[in-house]
């Protein structure tokens, strides 16, 4: 698993990524009420916005940390968006993606350093 | 992460202790939520006991300067200082009782909310408790200062806490420690001696539940929030819950559903206004007033169900069906006790009846709504017969 700055995991499976927010994110969100999450077949490029996530509080935008085509949304999350709550790293996941340029993946932190990075925070 | 510039209130260490997350509200540091979350704090406020810090607000007493010992005539020289300055009936308040009432400007629009009492004690009779709201207090204090003049002195309370206790357990928890208060009705408060200080105990809250307000002097402050922690139906409250509750409830908030630009009739608050004030026409804005009671008003306050999608959010625009905008959203958010979206905003009358389909616009996509009566989960003050 690789992580953002933003507060994105990515797990890769040969050309295809699933992406979700980390644990921190989704402790610092609080009560998940609601997520919006682009339609499969959607293009998304690295940094832009790939989600909306509705805590009780507010919205708070999810950005895509690798760029690729939309090939599948995690349905749960309409049902019972605390899911992304009670197993962020997991069952959470938002989208999966298929990649269209793998190298990005290689930018972004593995856990060690993620886990080093929030502590500066 | 804490902010110097912030105020902290008497009780900032016993948030912080508890492992409070902290946000600056108001200009002071205050919890936004516990480690429990404010989805479980607010059905702990409606199914137990919720314990709030809200000192911030505003409390303060105002006293005549040289009363003549006569209660009636105290109230009533008192009464008339304060009532230019609002919309309600304070001469006609009965000891002990509170009345939710409005500081108005001279185009009727709301300077504030805020509460006012009179005093049960026949000693304490020519003197007025007044609760104003965090960010308005310092305004409120000294246009309330400048109309006493020198017949009355302004004391602010708000160095000392101010507790919300709110839910259906808050009257037995409470009542163990401070037996008095089981007596007392809705809306209405007395002094009464504890730990050799005095509490101001009075029998509101902004929750849409029974319970209690206490101002509680600094120095046993702490002692008296942990001694109510201690019991176990008490849960801390953070501000996430505190606005979930009231917004369940209907209750507008200050600066955001009502401001100087929004009056009474507007808002929903035509039962603060009192018919004697209005008559005798010394009520500010009572021009403006007059005329929105006869139905002539630009836009009235709504509650809203989103009925599919993202909660809608203060400043998302309202649309009728055929796409015009019509109004917009003064808060909103997810309601938890319904486990739907609600909201409150502002549309033209003839899209305020209930049952009138509307959309919300939310990141540029149309969600439906439906204007539906407030509040959106009743009430359950402790009304009592008399008092």
Redesign the interface.
């Known amino acids: 698993m690789r992580f953002s700055k933003d507060h994105e995991w990515v797990e890769v499976d040969g050309d295809t990524a699933t992406i979700g927010i980390t644990a921190y994110a989704a402790e610092q969100l609080?009560?998940v009420?609601?997520v919006?999450l682009p339609d499969p077949g959607k293009s998304v490029k690295a940094g832009e916005q790939l989600a909306?996530v509705?805590?009780?509080?507010?919205?708070s935008d999810v950005f895509a940390p690798v760029s690729g085509e939309v090939i599948a949304a995690n349905g749960a999350l309409g049902d019972t968006p605390e899911t992304v709550n009670d197993g962020p790293e997991g069952s959470g996941w938002f989208v999966k993606v298929k990649l269209s340029n793998p190298s990005e993946v290689d930018g972004l932190m593995d856990r060690a350093g993620y886990e080093a990075f929030l502590a500066t925070l | 992460m804490s902010d110097e510039s912030l105020k902290s209130t008497v009780l900032t260490g016993a948030h912080r202790a508890l492992g409070g997350r902290m946000v600056a509200f108001a200009g002071y540091d205050m919890p936004v939520q516990y480690p429990r979350g404010i989805l479980k704090e607010h059905q702990w406020a409606r199914e137990h006991a919720g314990m709030f810090d809200v000192s911030h607000m505003g409390p303060a007493f105002l006293r005549l300067s040289a009363p003549t010992g006569d209660g009636e005539a105290d109230h009533a020289a008192v009464a008339r200082l304060i009532e230019p300055l609002i919309c309600g009936d304070i001469a006609g308040l009965r000891p002990g009782r509170l009345r939710y009432t409005l500081l108005l400007n001279d185009a009727g629009g709301v300077i504030d909310d805020l509460m006012i009492g009179r005093p049960f004690d026949e000693a304490e009779q020519g003197g007025l408790y007044i609760v104003v709201n965090a960010g308005t207090k310092d305004g409120d204090f000294s246009l309330i200062a400048h109309a006493a003049g020198d017949a009355a002195m302004l004391t602010r309370a708000d160095d000392n806490a101010l507790i919300a206790l709110q839910g259906p357990e808050a009257v037995s928890v409470l009542s163990a420690i401070v037996p008095e208060v089981a007596a007392l009705g809705f809306m209405t408060f007395r002094t009464i001696a504890f730990d050799d200080h005095d509490l101001v105990v009075s029998r509101s809250g902004y929750t849409g539940e029974d319970g209690f307000e206490i101002l509680v002097p600094a120095a046993i402050a702490p002692g008296f929030w942990d001694r109510l922690l201690a019991d176990e139906r008490v849960a801390p409250i953070g501000l996430g819950a505190r606005d979930s509750l009231r917004l369940e409830a209907g209750l507008p908030l200050y600066g955001h559903d009502v401001d100087e630009t929004v009056s009474p009739i507007e808002a929903g608050l035509g039962f603060a206004l009192a018919k004697r004030r209005l008559k005798g026409g010394a009520m500010s804005g009572a021009d403006r007033i007059r005329r929105e009671q006869t139905g002539d008003v630009a836009r009235l306050r709504v509650g809203l169900r989103v009925l599919e999608g993202a909660p809608a959010r203060e400043g998302a625009q309202i649309a009728d069906a055929a796409g015009n905008v019509v109004g917009v959203v003064t808060s909103g958010g997810f309601a938890p006790s319904l486990g739907a979206p609600i909201a409150m905003g502002f549309v033209p009358p003839a899209f305020s009846r209930f049952g009138t389909r509307l959309n919300v616009l939310i990141r540029g996509r149309a969600q439906p709504a439906e204007v539906v009566p407030m509040p959106f989960v009743p009430h359950r003050y402790h009304r009592t017969p008399t008092t």
């Open positions: 609080g009560d009420v609601f919006e909306v509705e805590s009780v509080k507010a919205a």
